[in-house]
């Protein structure tokens, strides 16, 4: 009878206790999911913090940028695919520190509206690889009345380097270049695409040159920025903390 007994108790027992394990197992479960949950709302605020404080310092740039430059008719949206507001600042700033006379603007669009506007006594000179995207900066400049643009259309073509690049002959009447703005063309899968504006138009620039490079938070566009800064000995490169990324290589 007592071995009866013992064995009935060790049965409750072990049933007892297979109940706490899955107990305690969906309990663990429970509460993994409930940290996975929290880490995830803590992620996500960050993100929206840093999108938030992104977006504020976009609107700062902006403000400043219709400030200084008085526009009279309206300009297309920023960001995205366009110059982002503090990159189109630091272009209002560089061409106005250097007293510029000729500008080459590599991908138009808002980015030649604001240098030609900034810099009136400058000769820009904006590439493009788009027949329809060229003739709508066309367009955008005819509205703000600019006459100091010449904007030429480049068709891609195989380049020496192995990349493909603008069609190298519109370049060849073009010297002493005081202001290069490079961001063009496209180079979302090619990380070096933008690399032949090196070997090109190196030579082509002016002692007091300064080359501004958009999407330097790319490693193609950081390592074409330093390129250029090493290539000449009297110049230092600068990386801001843009938006995009921004390189700007100017006289020491």
Same mark, same amino acid.
């Given at each position: 009878?007592?071995n009866l007994?013992?064995l009935a108790?060790?049965?409750?027992?072990l049933?007892f206790l297979g109940y706490?394990?899955?107990?305690s197992?969906k309990l663990?479960?429970k509460?993994?999911?409930?940290i996975?949950?929290?880490?995830e709302v803590r992620?996500?605020?960050?993100a +929206?913090? !840093?999108?938030?404080? /992104?977006?504020?310092?976009?609107?700062?740039?902006? @403000?400043? *940028?219709?400030?200084l430059? &008085?526009?009279d008719?309206?300009?297309p949206?920023?960001?995205?695919?366009?110059?982002?507001?503090?990159?189109?600042?630091t272009l209002?700033?560089?061409?106005?520190?250097s007293?510029?006379?000729?500008i080459?603007?590599l991908?138009?669009?808002?980015?030649?509206?604001?240098?030609a506007?900034?810099?009136?006594q400058?000769?820009?000179?904006?590439?493009?690889?788009?027949?329809e995207y060229a003739a709508k900066t066309? +367009?955008? !400049?005819?509205?703000? /009345?600019?006459t100091?643009?010449?904007l030429?259309? @480049?068709? *891609?073509?195989?380049?020496? &380097?192995?990349?493909?690049?603008?069609?190298?002959?519109?370049?060849?009447?073009i010297?002493?270049?005081?202001?290069?703005?490079?961001?063009g063309?496209?180079?979302?899968e090619?990380?070096?695409?933008?690399?032949?504006?090196f070997t090109?138009?190196?030579?082509?620039?002016?002692?007091k040159?300064?080359?501004v490079?958009d999407?330097a938070g790319?490693?193609?566009e950081?390592e074409l920025?330093?390129?250029?800064?090493?290539?000449?000995p009297s110049h230092?490169?600068e990386?801001?903390?843009?938006?995009k990324?921004?390189?700007?290589i100017r006289?020491k």
């Amino acid at each position: 009878m007592f071995n009866l007994t013992l064995l009935a108790l060790l049965l409750i027992a072990l049933v007892f206790l297979g109940y706490q394990i899955r107990l305690s197992r969906k309990l663990s479960a429970k509460l993994t999911q409930l940290i996975n949950s929290e880490k995830e709302v803590r992620k996500s605020v960050r993100a +929206l913090k !840093l999108s938030n404080r /992104a977006d504020y310092r976009q609107s700062e740039s902006y @403000a400043q *940028l219709l400030n200084l430059l &008085s526009f009279d008719a309206p300009i297309p949206p920023t960001r995205g695919w366009a110059a982002s507001p503090d990159v189109l600042l630091t272009l209002v700033h560089s061409a106005r520190s250097s007293g510029v006379r000729t500008i080459v603007d590599l991908g138009s669009g808002v980015s030649t509206l604001v240098l030609a506007k900034c810099a009136p006594q400058a000769r820009v000179i904006s590439i493009d690889n788009s027949p329809e995207y060229a003739a709508k900066t066309q +367009l955008l !400049l005819a509205s703000h /009345a600019i006459t100091n643009v010449d904007l030429r259309v @480049a068709p *891609l073509a195989p380049h020496a &380097s192995g990349n493909s690049w603008y069609e190298t002959s519109v370049f060849a009447d073009i010297t002493e270049i005081d202001l290069l703005f490079i961001d063009g063309p496209p180079a979302t899968e090619d990380g070096q695409a933008r690399h032949p504006a090196f070997t090109e138009l190196i030579k082509k620039l002016s002692a007091k040159a300064i080359v501004v490079l958009d999407d330097a938070g790319r490693d193609g566009e950081k390592e074409l920025a330093e390129k250029f800064a090493a290539a000449i000995p009297s110049h230092m490169v600068e990386f801001l903390d843009h938006e995009k990324g921004t390189a700007v290589i100017r006289p020491k």
